[in-house]
């Protein structure tokens, strides 16, 4: 293939754009609106790091927006090469408009608009030694994105939201989740339906809860697939959704702060857990 071959076998669908007011500009712009991202079920990734994990876990890109600057880049033109060949847009644009698209004054070179993606309840069979996480009303992007990021570091499945969580899309949960957004699989659920899934999981499933009878370190969760249930940022798990848990697990506290925030205890559990029984199921890396 010749230099920008793509470019020209693709006429129509790379375009150069400039003015702030373009449409395609603005409906992008737009997507930082979580009414926009839901009405069109896209949302945007920062970063040609996040873009290349996206594309190396098989997500679909709709557009590719890159900077000027990016031109000739390599890297930048593969992910353009790589678009066009899905059926996607490319933009190249100025400083500017990346600038407004991503509501930074430093924007990254690139930015790619992906079609959401959500794993159906139904679909989930938890088999030994998977471990999934449930959170309850999550209403912190840090916090969402930061759990999502751990679950992937600890090899676990993936991520349940129950009720009225935080966008997983936003692009504040997906700069924090730093690209594990694309290797983890998300579910969401109402509480009632979360509920009617819990009765057919086969396995354990431990609620954290600040008044929990149990000791998170005495709990032996080898053997069985475990569900992690975690509570709401300011109310904690609400009774009805502790009541389903084989266990309500405690980490100890000491000093004057009345709890852990969701994603530390998240990430302390899921430590616990790995050192458990993930061993035998997520190969490691590094000493
Ligand atoms: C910030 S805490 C919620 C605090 C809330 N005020 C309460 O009463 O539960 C968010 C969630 O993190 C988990 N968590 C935080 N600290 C914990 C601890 N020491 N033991 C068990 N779970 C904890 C629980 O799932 C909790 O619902």
Avoid at 19 to 40: F, G, H, T
Avoid at 107 to 123: H, I, K, N, T
Avoid at 172 to 188: D, I
């Amino acid at each position: 293939m010749t230099e920008r071959d793509w470019e020209r076998r693709a006429p129509g669908r790379v375009k150069e754009v400039t003015s702030l007011s373009n449409p395609l500009v603005k409906d992008i712009r737009a997507l930082a609106l979580k009414k926009y991202r839901d009405r069109e079920h896209v949302f945007m990734a920062e970063g040609l790091k996040l873009v290349l994990d996206a594309f190396d876990e098989g997500w679909t890109i709709r557009t590719l927006v890159y900077a000027k600057a990016g031109r000739g880049n390599t890297a930048v033109e593969k992910a353009a090469a790589r678009t066009v060949a899905s059926g996607g847009l490319v933009l190249e644009v100025s400083e500017k408009v990346l600038s407004t698209i991503t509501r930074r004054d430093n924007p990254q070179m690139v930015v790619g608009v992906f079609a959401q993606r959500y794993r159906a309840l139904g679909e989930i069979r938890a088999a030994e030694g998977d471990v999934w996480v449930a959170l309850d009303r999550a209403r912190d992007p840090g916090n969402l994105g930061t759990v999502i990021r751990t679950v992937d570091a600890v090899g676990a499945r993936g991520v349940i939201l129950v009720g009225e969580c935080t966008d997983p899309f936003s692009l504040e949960t997906v700069r924090a989740t730093m690209g594990s957004l694309f290797s983890v699989p998300l579910a969401r659920a109402e509480p009632e339906a979360f509920l009617s899934w819990r009765k057919d999981f086969p396995g354990l499933v431990i609620g954290t809860h600040l008044k929990g009878s149990v000791d998170y370190r005495a709990i032996e969760y080898a053997g069985r697939p475990v569900l992690l249930l975690m509570g709401n940022e300011q109310q904690g798990l609400p009774d009805r959704l502790a009541e389903t848990c084989d266990r309500l697990a405690r980490i100890p506290q000491a000093g004057r702060a009345d709890s852990l925030n969701l994603a530390v205890a998240t990430g302390v559990m899921l430590y616990e857990i790995r050192r458990k029984v993930l061993p035998m199921a997520a190969p490691e890396t590094g000493p």
